[in-house]
């Protein structure tokens, strides 16, 4: 099981928002698709996305916790929907998509 947890401006905005996946490649896919569907203007792909450690969260409980990432621009798919979501061109991950963890309590 996945909890994902999107990034919003406060950790309890964030976890009203918190959603159980049965796989981490559903919660992909359904992040991906419903990002496309809000901001067509950035087209993204599973191959557009990186997972990065991220360590633990112990004022929710979160004993491992991972960042959702885009790939850098020179790897992205999308280029110039890349430019207009990001402001610019990155050589290094940027979040995408929020924190996800395998293991809470």
Request: with cysteine.
């Amino acid at each position: 099981m996945i909890l994902h947890r999107p990034h919003r401006g406060s950790l309890a905005e964030s976890m009203k928002e918190a959603r159980e996946f049965t796989s981490l490649k559903e919660c992909i896919e359904t992040l991906i698709k419903e990002h496309n569907e809000l901001c067509p203007v950035f087209n993204v792909t599973m191959e557009d996305i990186v997972i990065a450690p991220y360590g633990s969260d112990d004022r929710v409980g979160w004993d491992d916790m991972f960042m959702i990432c885009c790939v850098p621009y020179f790897e992205v798919r999308d280029k110039d929907g890349y430019i207009k979501f990001y402001g610019g061109q990155y050589n290094h991950n940027l979040q995408l998509f929020g924190m996800f963890t395998t293991c809470w309590s």
